[in-house]
């Protein structure tokens, strides 16, 4: 059985990932499609626009074969921690044998080259990272102006380009696993902003067609950061996993002056803090993650969706015994054997909770103890 594993968000699945999960099949050879896919909250620190069961089940239907949810703690990430729990998973699992991405590179060779160079050069890139901070640099504008500065191998065009971003971080993090258990690399090409326009313009289709909902969804997510945020001391903030440089301080001062998640975005946001770091931090505000939590999250691989091909994946999974990290199917019977992960699978069902908390659906019915991963039919099949 030839695995292929892809770390993705799907938010909504569409054409575009059909088109990839092919491509990547086609050019590894492989017979069976994992992904690592992000939950209720996004990387981009935003409740995601179809909760996480039924994107897995769409994914499924899609072309892949077992989905597994990325723990809480590491969806709403940055890039580092987002793609080391992609990485990861995949590769801790045993049966990976090609990791696929994205990139508007389409160069395996390209994207290794500046992995490796920012490998190779990371205590000086921390250095000029930190000088250019100082200076109200935002981290992603610091990281590209440093590699450029150390002649990091395609640090001007391969670090300026987002989804070759997520590419080198993938290498970056592909190249430091352990020999025995690192797939493979393989990467295809996408023009700028293709999948992202796509996904936007569904999204921006559902928001034309009921403008209130989704108004309503955004003031509930507004209220329970505010909340958080006013509850919590100036310390609890900057133990928050994104706080850095006073963003904590400036989200307890900025909060009382704004009526809307859109105004504390444009009141808070500068050259020092993107939109994406703000908007992450008010979800790892109202989660509660901490930078403990993300140094010491265990990994797992939590079981979603599947189809045929998926669930022999797992059949193999358990009868070999290969895997290096716990395989949940069942939250209800499975979680009290592994105490090592209870605070992040605490975090998840959390954020599955505040989640529909925000969307107005059931919370009984929504619960991860309540929900099971579904046997999905693939469309393709």
């Not at 070999?320 to 990290?325: N, V």
Request: net charge positive; with cysteine; charged share 25%.
């Amino acid at each position: 059985m030839r695995t292929l594993s892809i770390t993705a968000e799907y938010n909504p699945f569409h054409s575009g990932h059909r088109y990839a999960v092919e491509e990547l099949k086609k050019r590894t050879g492989a017979d069976t499609v994992l992904s690592v896919m992000s939950g209720n909250f996004t990387q981009r620190g935003i409740p995601a626009f179809q909760d996480k069961w039924t994107r897995a089940e769409a994914a499924v239907r899609g072309g892949v074969d077992l989905v597994l949810e990325m723990p809480a703690v590491y969806a709403s990430a940055a890039s580092p921690g987002f793609c080391m729990a992609g990485v990861s998973i995949a590769a801790q699992l045993g049966c990976t044998d090609y990791i696929g991405f994205g990139s508007e590179s389409g160069s395996i060779q390209e994207l290794t080259e500046a992995a490796e160079n920012l490998i190779r050069l990371e205590k000086p890139l921390h250095e000029r990272i930190a000088m250019y901070r100082k200076q109200g640099f935002s981290y992603p504008r610091a990281q590209q102006q440093a590699a450029l500065d150390l002649g990091v191998t395609g640090g001007g065009s391969v670090l300026s380009e987002p989804n070759n971003l997520l590419a080198v971080e993938y290498m970056r993090q592909i190249l430091q696993l352990s020999g025995d258990i690192r797939p493979a690399a393989v990467t295809v090409r996408r023009e700028s902003g293709d999948y992202h326009a796509s996904a936007s313009a569904i999204r921006r289709k559902a928001y034309q067609e009921d403008p209130q909902y989704y108004q309503q969804c955004e003031d509930r997510y507004f209220r329970l950061a505010a909340a958080r945020i006013l509850q919590m001391s100036e310390r609890e903030l900057e133990n928050i996993a994104s706080s850095s440089d006073g963003l904590g301080n400036k989200l307890k001062k900025e909060i009382r002056h704004c009526g809307s998640l859109q105004e504390l975005l444009e009141r808070v946001k500068s050259k020092a803090y993107t939109m994406t770091r703000v908007q992450r931090m008010l979800t790892q505000c109202i989660l509660g993650v901490t930078g403990e939590d993300m140094r010491n999250c265990r990994l797992y691989a939590r079981v979603l969706a599947f189809s045929a091909q998926g669930a022999k994946l797992l059949k193999h999974i358990r009868k070999s015994d290969c895997s290096r990290i716990p395989v949940i199917t069942n939250l209800n019977k499975e979680a009290h054997r592994y105490p090592e992960i209870r605070r992040s699978l605490e975090i998840d069902v959390l954020a599955a909770d505040l989640y529909h908390l925000i969307t107005g659906e059931d919370l009984y019915e929504r619960a991860d103890y309540v929900r099971h991963p579904a046997y999905v039919r693939k469309n393709i099949e």
